[in-house]
């Protein structure tokens, strides 16, 4: 059995639109499933953040920057 991987999407800003589930070989052989850019993210390893929607990516870093809290006034 293999260890899950983990990938996210991220637009032309670096903003993470989706994450999926997938080993990296599948990732690569189905281009016209998992279009434009996905960039590995990983669960419980320290100094790692694992992306959400709306996260933004460092390429630097590479790794994953929670977006600002902005809170609904009523």
Same mark, same amino acid.
């Given at each position: 059995?293999?260890? !899950?991987?983990? +990938?996210?999407?991220?637009?032309?800003?670096?903003?993470?639109?989706?994450? &999926? *589930? *997938?080993?990296?070989?599948?990732?690569? &052989?189905? #281009?016209?499933?998992?279009?434009?850019?996905?960039?590995?993210? +990983?669960?419980?390893?320290?100094?790692?953040? /694992? &992306? $959400?929607? $709306? /996260?933004?990516?460092? &390429?630097?870093?590479?790794?994953?920057?929670? #977006? !600002?809290?902005? #809170?609904?006034? #009523?």
């Amino acid at each position: 059995m293999s260890v !899950p991987q983990y +990938f996210a999407q991220i637009d032309e800003n670096n903003v993470v639109t989706n994450v &999926a *589930v *997938v080993t990296k070989a599948f990732l690569k &052989a189905n #281009p016209d499933r998992y279009e434009g850019t996905w960039v590995e993210t +990983f669960v419980d390893v320290e100094g790692k953040t /694992y &992306a $959400g929607i $709306g /996260y933004i990516y460092d &390429a630097i870093a590479k790794d994953f920057i929670m #977006p !600002p809290y902005i #809170p609904i006034v #009523p």
